[in-house]
């Protein structure tokens, strides 16, 4: 009778909390772990990932940018509707939580060429005399701070809303997600990239149409407007989005406790696996109505930034997230069920520098949001995310799906014969909006293109072979200038580690890497196009430089490797900054005028490699 009594009050237990196995819920069972020394962590690239910056923040020349000079930019979302990428990201004009704050909206046909952004919720006067429960300040002059984990709704009839949020910060420390927000607005972005009236959807406690500046939703007149607004309410998956901002006690959020930025996806099974920060990890079986209780996925490593997760076009799935303590770097883990994944892949590792300090502007690329479920499939099958670099620049990445890490035959690029856009499909790009990675015709031929001209970032193309111990690298160049901008040039192992470097300096020299030296190898001019050849392998150290069949240096790995699998053509040095010992906040702006520098210019026409 004991043992009978003790299996009920388990049983009762398990019900109550919702307990799952580890191979239940979401885990890695993966052996490849980050390492947030180096801000790629030592991963292994995803082939072919694109990674685009939409928004370069710059306040000494707005209309370079967003047209308000604002340098705090972050949580972009991304929905692909009417054959069109749309990209919402909220802004504040210094840092995080500090009002004014705004959201803006910026469009591509194709994810890679975006356009101008423009203000989708404007900024919001928070009525004089407001306070809040628990804080002694009182509003005055005061303008409300946007803050969404939703951003957009694809209606059965292919209506596209999208959402914001007007919260209230009285001070530096007070949250715009605390529940005690003025509430949430929603508009309808049409097919002709036109707006709808604005309206609020959702109240905090407080406030109504009596004392708020845009009318309820069921004031519209569009009667299938309303439909879908109701429609958004009825459904607990997007509810669930809404659980920070809305009132602490609002029935329409499932599960109310103190989880933030969720997303969702579906099982075979319809089972709905949901992802918070933290990866907290939860199942519902009655499509997000009820929850097993959320706990820390088994083998995830994530902080306080968003963890992304979906089912990708082949049946599989991805997360996308930052596998760290730290913001860095963005990395990508698939699954063959949904639940358990296996490998760890570097999507994105670099870190520009900051240009403008603020509160609480981590560095890194982080608050990753890819397109949930009905909000859209782009045509090209890959996996789309966006993402803010520093809390500064918004930037987004395309994935190829299948995800893959390892070139299965030998490279044979001859970009002058290659199907047009379909020229960089193998090829990994870091493509700042001053520091443009593409392909273009240059003397009648089609290259590939590295064009900088910002002083603070580079432009970075890479493309990975099998893994050889023994390789033959060959590619031309021609660089546009010789006294100015520099193209390094890396053959890497898997974990991004160079073993040898060539760079075409601003001096007009091509040099080696020659330990902590830069041993230099022949001069080069502008205009002219080199055929040049690594010989290299791995048992000991040895390479070989030849230009245009002449050999013109030699040298030793100045890394050791076991194998290598990349050549990397990069248009600025390495960078180690920040460090897991940088200090968290950066308080200070860098001098910069908020100009381009004059560009620098190089183009590759073919590159090959051979055993």
């Known amino acids: 009778m004991k043992n009978l009594r003790f299996v009920a009050i388990s049983l009762f237990i398990l019900g109550v909390t919702g307990l799952l196995s580890a191979q239940e819920q979401v885990h890695y069972t993966g052996k490849t772990l980050n390492n947030p020394d180096y801000h790629h962590g030592q991963l292994s690239p995803a082939m072919g990932v694109h990674n685009i ?207 933030k ?74 699954s063959d069920d949904g639940l358990d994944y296996k490998n760890l892949l570097l999507v994105n590792g670099e870190i520009p520098t900051m240009r403008y300090g603020g509160s609480y502007k981590s560095y890194g690329p982080q608050y990753v949001r890819g397109i949930q479920e009905r909000n859209g499939q782009p045509a090209d099958g890959k996996l789309w995310v966006a993402y803010s670099e520093n809390k500064e620049d918004i930037w987004v990445s395309s994935i190829p799906v299948p995800v893959k890490s390892v070139a299965e035959t030998p490279v044979s690029d001859d970009f002058s014969v290659l199907p047009d856009k379909k020229e960089l499909e193998n090829w990994n790009i870091y493509s700042p909006v001053w520091a443009r990675v593409g392909v273009e015709l240059h003397n009648g031929q089609k290259c590939l293109s ?79 196009k080199y055929t040049v050849r690594i010989e290299a392998q791995t048992s000991n150290r040895y390479f070989e430089v030849f230009v245009d069949d002449k050999k013109v240096g030699n040298g030793l790995f100045f890394a050791p490797v076991a194998s290598l699998q990349q050549i990397v053509f990069r248009t600025g040095e390495v960078r180690r900054y920040p460090n897991v010992d940088t200090p968290t906040d950066q308080d200070f702006d860098v001098k910069q005028d908020g100009k381009p520098l004059p560009e620098a210019c190089y183009w590759i026409g073919s590159v090959k490699t051979w055993n």
């Open 53 to 259: 910056q939409v928004l370069r923040a710059n306040r000494e020349f707005p209309e370079l940018a967003d047209g308000f000079g604002w340098t705090y930019n972050h949580a972009p979302m991304l929905v692909y509707w009417n054959n069109r990428f749309y990209l919402e990201y909220l802004s504040d004009s210094v840092g995080e939580h500090v009002p004014p704050g705004q959201t803006l909206l910026v469009t591509s046909p194709d994810g890679e060429n975006w356009g101008k952004p423009v203000v989708v919720f404007p900024k919001y006067k928070v009525p004089d005399g407001t306070t809040q429960p628990g804080e002694t300040e009182v509003a005055k002059n005061l303008y409300a701070v946007m803050h969404q984990r939703m951003g957009f709704y694809v209606s059965d009839d292919q209506r596209l809303l999208v959402f914001g949020y007007y919260g209230i910060c009285l001070n530096p420390h007070d949250g715009p997600n605390d529940g005690n927000g003025i509430g949430r607005v929603v508009r309808e972005i049409y097919k002709d990239g036109s707006f709808g009236p604005i309206y609020f959807i959702r109240y905090n406690h407080g406030w109504s149409e009596k004392n708020t500046d845009f009318p309820f939703y069921t004031r519209s007149k569009d009667k299938g407007f309303v439909k879908i607004c109701n429609q958004v309410l009825a459904d607990p998956l997007q509810m669930q989005q809404w659980n920070e901002e809305a009132d602490r006690d609002d029935p329409l959020v499932p599960l109310k406790d103190d989880y």
């Open 261 to 334: 930025a969720f997303c969702y996806y579906h099982l075979p099974n319809n089972q709905v696996v949901g992802l918070w920060k933290h990866a907290l990890t939860a199942i519902s079986a009655d499509g997000g109505k009820t929850w097993t209780r959320p706990q820390r996925a088994p083998g995830f490593v994530n902080s306080n930034a968003k963890i992304w997760g979906q089912r990708t076009s082949d049946g599989k799935y991805a997360t996308v997230y930052n596998p760290s303590d730290f913001r860095w770097p963005l990395a990508i883990s698939v």
């Open 450 to 528: 590295l064009n900088d001209k910002d002083e603070f970032d580079y432009a970075m193309a890479t493309r990975l072979f099998p893994p050889s111990e023994q390789v033959k690298v060959e590619f031309t160049v021609e660089a546009g200038q010789n006294d100015r901008g520099t193209l390094y040039v890396e053959l890497q192992n898997e974990k991004n580690t160079a073993a040898m470097r060539l760079v075409f300096d601003s001096d007009g020299a091509l040099k080696s890497k020659n330990g902590y030296r830069m041993k230099g190898l022949m001069k080069y001019q502008p205009g002219q």
